[in-house]
């Protein structure tokens, strides 16, 4: 099972675009604040807005929403030169593709592209192929029109790792602007809310996601204008209208395939309250409809390629299963907790096997054979070289593929029983998080960037209640500090932390006053000590993941040393970094899961008036 989309390969320095300067960083951290802050002031003092008073507003951005939106587009804008990922050449290149060839070539390429090597830098010298599915294709397609008139090198097929500033300026402001969607929609969510106040501090939350300014923004993809997409389609089934709502889903699927993990909660949600009345009885029109509508959204994607007898190809350019378990930063999953230990039982075993020689207490020739334990040779250098490639344990047994698959099956089967047996909004969203948790938990393959699957969804539950609040927070901390990693670059790294410390400040404070319950008794109140012990430990991990490259550096350099050192040590952050997110990743699942198995969500709350 591969959870993500684009490879995440770190361009040499040289091909890094100029980064940001100080007075851009300045500005980012006051905009910022400035954003936020008349968000919090307002919010807090609208309790008693009315339904009424929701409708009349209907027709234009209230003052507040709009400072929303323009003070997040000027930071939007003066991050335009901030570091670019290879995300931003493959899109770029993709403009080219499905301008300048046919469509029946958009899905070969001449050569190994960036996803499939793990040696691909900036300096690559062929074009890579599409890897998403037909409508984002068609979306490139598109996007490549405009690109054509601004600037005709942009869609210059031969024109690999062009840089120009109307490059630059026109595939950022794609971004900006396929992102209103998201926007629109969450407007949306706070006009039709119970309690708008509230959905008010959520939808700028979401609009205003650090993991959208980091991965979209500066990295370089679409997730915000994607998720809009799986907002609107939510909000849909929010307000009953679940036809409209599956139609959406169909197309988001056709847009990026790593929703697909969401296909489950969407099938038993759809089929059980849609396709079945509420005694039991077969809704045969209702079927037909849903039926015939999302034939019709993947025959209009896929025909094309179908006719062409490019199915194959295409199929095996969504789902490389080639690629090993981890990806080169592990993301922070079970796997990542796996491969860890895999790693300190290797050494644990190192140092015993001294040991005992040293006690001479091994049989004769052990010394010499090394078979006294069973260690895989080629695991002992696999998961720790922070490459693209297959993960072989040294200690512990491997994984396949159908481990992963099989395990997440089974988790999300669990979560999809209840949804059957109460088929409610509030039900279908918390079992909708849970399936892109369990993938992104146990999927193969997973990119770090998968975590919004898990984020965004979580969000939209965060006021239901401490329980789930509590959950949120522990799994934002981790999800966000994850993505760190992404951004390497000394300006680009200062921006991320404070944006996100600002984000994080301002969104806790006003949740906090509306669930914030105390602990009721001597176990809660040890876990709630834990867990906020957990969370202070990301201020000494980001401590640790500041100063260690500087120490090792200064240390290498002292002892003549510096290369072999480094290419051993390099990889220490990043692991340290998996892991420690990995524990509240895994802990905000088991939180969560428990929480809807044992709770009655056959009610709504405050998600919505919709039974």
């Known amino acids: 099972?591969?959870?993500?989309?684009?490879?995440?390969?770190?361009?040499?320095?040289?091909?890094?675009?100029?980064?940001?300067?100080?007075?851009?960083?300045?500005?980012?951290?006051?905009?910022?604040?400035?954003?936020?802050?008349?968000?919090?002031?307002?919010?807090?003092?609208?309790?008693?807005?009315?339904?009424?008073?929701?409708?009349?507003?209907?027709?234009?951005?209230?003052?507040?929403?709009?400072?929303?939106?323009?003070?997040?587009?000027?930071?939007?804008?003066?991050?335009?030169?901030?570091?670019?990922?290879?995300?931003?050449?493959?899109?770029?290149?993709?403009?080219?593709?499905?301008?300048?060839?046919?469509?029946?070539?958009?899905?070969?390429?001449s050569g190994v592209g960036p996803h499939d090597s793990p040696n691909f830098t900036c300096h690559s010298h062929k074009p890579v192929a599409l890897d998403y599915p037909p409508f984002f294709a068609y979306f490139e397609k598109i996007l490549s029109v405009p690109a054509s008139f601004i600037d005709p090198s942009i869609v210059d097929l031969n024109n690999l790792n062009y840089n120009s500033w109307s490059v630059i300026v026109y595939q950022r402001s794609t971004v900006i602007i396929t992102e209103l969607l998201l926007g629109a929609v969450l407007l949306k969510f706070i006009r039709s809310a119970v309690d708008p106040s509230t959905q008010r501090?959520?939808?700028?939350?979401?609009?205003?996601?650090?993991?959208?300014?980091?991965?979209?923004?500066?990295?370089?993809?679409?997730?915000?204008?994607?998720?809009?997409?799986?907002?609107?389609?939510?909000?849909?089934?929010?307000?009953?209208?679940?036809?409209?709502?599956?139609?959406?889903?169909?197309?988001?699927?056709?847009?990026?395939?790593?929703?697909?993990?969401?296909?489950?909660?969407?099938?038993?949600?759809?089929?059980?309250?849609?396709?079945?009345?509420?005694?039991?009885?077969?809704?045969?029109?209702?079927?037909?409809?849903?039926?015939?509508?999302?034939i019709a959204v993947f025959v209009l994607s896929l025909a094309p390629f179908a006719l062409m007898g490019q199915m194959q190809q295409l199929?095996?350019?969504?789902?490389?299963?080639?690629?090993?378990?981890?990806?080169?930063?592990?993301?922070?999953?079970?796997?990542?907790?796996?491969?860890?230990?895999?790693?300190?039982?290797?050494?644990?075993?190192?140092?015993?096997?001294?040991?005992?020689?040293?006690?001479?207490?091994?049989?004769?020739?052990?010394?010499?054979s090394g078979k006294e334990v069973p260690i895989n040779l080629a695991g002992v250098a696999s998961t720790s070289r922070g490459l693209v490639g297959d993960t072989v344990f040294a200690v512990l047994p491997n994984v396949k593929p159908l481990h992963t698959f099989t395990i997440t099956i089974a988790l999300q089967s669990i979560v999809l029983i209840k949804l059957w047996f109460q088929p409610t909004y509030k039900s279908f969203l918390t079992a909708l998080t849970l399936c892109g948790y369990s993938s992104y938990l146990f999927g193969w393959h997973v990119h770090e960037k998968a975590v919004l699957l898990i984020l965004v969804p979580l969000s939209l539950l965060a006021a239901e209640r401490h329980a789930y609040f509590r959950t949120f927070v522990i799994a934002t901390v981790a999800g966000i500090f994850s993505l760190f990693p992404l951004l390497f670059?000394?300006?680009?790294?200062?921006?991320?932390?404070?944006?996100?410390?600002?984000?994080?400040?301002?969104?806790?404070?006003?949740?906090?006053?509306?669930?914030?319950?105390?602990?009721?008794?001597?176990?809660?109140?040890?876990?709630?000590?834990?867990?906020?012990?957990?969370?202070?430990?990301?201020?000494?991990l980001q401590l640790f993941v500041a100063i260690f490259p500087l120490g090792i550096s200064w240390y290498s350099r002292r002892k003549g040393l510096e290369q072999a050192v480094d290419e051993r040590m390099e990889f220490l952050p990043l692991m340290m970094t998996s892991v420690y997110c990995a524990i509240g990743m895994v802990w905000g699942f088991l939180r969560l899961i428990f929480i809807y198995l044992h709770e009655d969500t056959s009610y709504q709350g405050q998600l919505s008036t919709i039974q």
């Open 1 to 109: 099972m591969v959870v993500g989309g684009e490879g995440v390969c770190r361009p040499h320095s040289g091909n890094v675009s100029d980064h940001a300067p100080a007075s851009l960083l300045t500005t980012v951290i006051t905009s910022s604040f400035s954003l936020i802050y008349p968000l919090c002031a307002s919010t807090c003092n609208m309790k008693s807005e009315t339904d009424s008073s929701t409708e009349s507003s209907t027709s234009r951005l209230d003052p507040s929403s709009w400072d929303i939106l323009v003070l997040s587009t000027i930071i939007k804008i003066l991050l335009f030169p901030a570091y670019r990922s290879t995300d931003f050449e493959v899109h770029r290149n993709w403009l080219a593709i499905t301008h300048s060839l046919p469509i029946s070539q958009w899905y070969y390429d």
């Open 201 to 294: 501090i959520i939808s700028a939350s979401l609009f205003l996601h650090p993991g959208f300014l980091i991965i979209d923004h500066i990295h370089f993809q679409y997730n915000g204008f994607l998720f809009g997409i799986l907002l609107w389609s939510i909000l849909m089934a929010r307000n009953g209208r679940k036809l409209a709502s599956g139609i959406l889903f169909a197309i988001l699927l056709n847009f990026k395939h790593i929703y697909m993990y969401l296909a489950p909660a969407y099938f038993i949600y759809l089929l059980r309250s849609f396709c079945l009345s509420p005694s039991g009885n077969f809704e045969i029109k209702n079927f037909l409809s849903l039926a015939n509508a999302v």
């Open 489 to 540: 670059t000394p300006a680009e790294s200062v921006i991320e932390v404070v944006y996100s410390l600002v984000w994080f400040t301002l969104i806790y404070l006003p949740l906090s006053k509306r669930v914030y319950e105390y602990p009721k008794s001597l176990p809660y109140v040890i876990l709630d000590v834990l867990e906020k012990f957990y969370l202070g430990g990301f201020i000494l």
């Open 315 to 368: 199929i095996s350019r969504l789902f490389p299963f080639t690629r090993g378990l981890n990806h080169a930063y592990w993301a922070p999953n079970a796997w990542a907790l796996i491969t860890a230990a895999d790693r300190v039982l290797l050494k644990c075993l190192d140092y015993l096997l001294r040991f005992l020689r040293q006690l001479r207490c091994l049989y004769v020739g052990a010394q010499n």
